[in-house]
């Protein structure tokens, strides 16, 4: 629950929606920014520690657990572990071979780490807002000396714009690889420069290319920024709706946290879903020669 004894609920809602930045301030050097402003000023060379933290060590979870199992794996009777993770796999499996018209092996593991990483970054929307802001501020002042209140630490990957948008980069330079690789460098151009209007007539074909061009960039590119902005607006919102909840009397937290927490596990799970099969359907038609 949120002190608001010590800390108004604008300082309390805006210390929860900060990262721990790490950068290069012009005036103070290398750093770890100890307010927004600071973070800000480091511009460019600033990093999310938090964000970067837990995105990597939720991958490095999710691998371990995957290749465990998979080496632990009976032919026998199933433990629950490698029951779920059986499920898991067969479930994106089956979305692969119904979406993914190509013959490439690789976005099989891709969708499958695509899914099963944003599942376990958005998951960590469901541990209590304070509890672990509050024991890194706690390490940070008697461990490090710091002010506890100059102690950011943002637990859910996902809400920040930085990793969606990382994540849909990668996929968007897979796509123009597969593109390419499919297709050759005239089909990928042609694709876009002859598309969606394309007359019999080659006089009109050519007049059209400048439209075609715009149209289908404009698609083309909204891709990436898309897949980034849909992830990071529904985690974000919905982690602002518990640090929310969290400025409410004990009592009515649990009245209005538990009903939505358990909304939010749909919410998480659809979320991975979506990004898994826009992965799918983009790489899919990236692979496409007709």
Known sequence: MAEQSVVSSSEYIKHHLTNMTYGHHPELGWKLAETAEEAKAMGFSAFHVDSL????????????????????????????????????????????????????????????????????????????????????????ESVFGMDPHHVYMKIVPTTDPNITLGMSLSVFALIIFYSIKEKGVGGFVGELALNPFNPSNPIAKVLLIPINLVLELTTFLARPV??????????????????????????????????WAIFHILVITLQAFIFMMLTIVYMSMASEKH
């Open 226 to 259: 898309s897949l980034a902005l849909r992830l990071f607006g529904n985690m974000y919102a919905g982690e602002l709706i518990f640090i929310l909840l969290a400025l409410l009397p004990f009592y009515l937290q649990w009245i209005l946290s538990v009903p």
């Open 53 to 140: 933290a837990w995105s990597i060590g939720l991958g490095l979870l999710f691998c371990f657990v995957f290749w465990s199992v998979a080496r632990r794996a009976t032919t026998g009777v199933p433990g629950k572990l490698q029951s779920a993770v059986e499920m898991i796999i067969e479930f994106v499996d089956t979305s692969v071979r119904d979406t993914y018209h190509g013959t490439s092996k690789l976005i099989a593991p891709l969708a499958l780490t695509i899914f099963v990483w944003i599942f376990l970054m958005n998951l960590m929307d469901l541990i209590p807002v304070d509890f672990i802001p509050v024991l890194a501020a706690k390490i940070g």
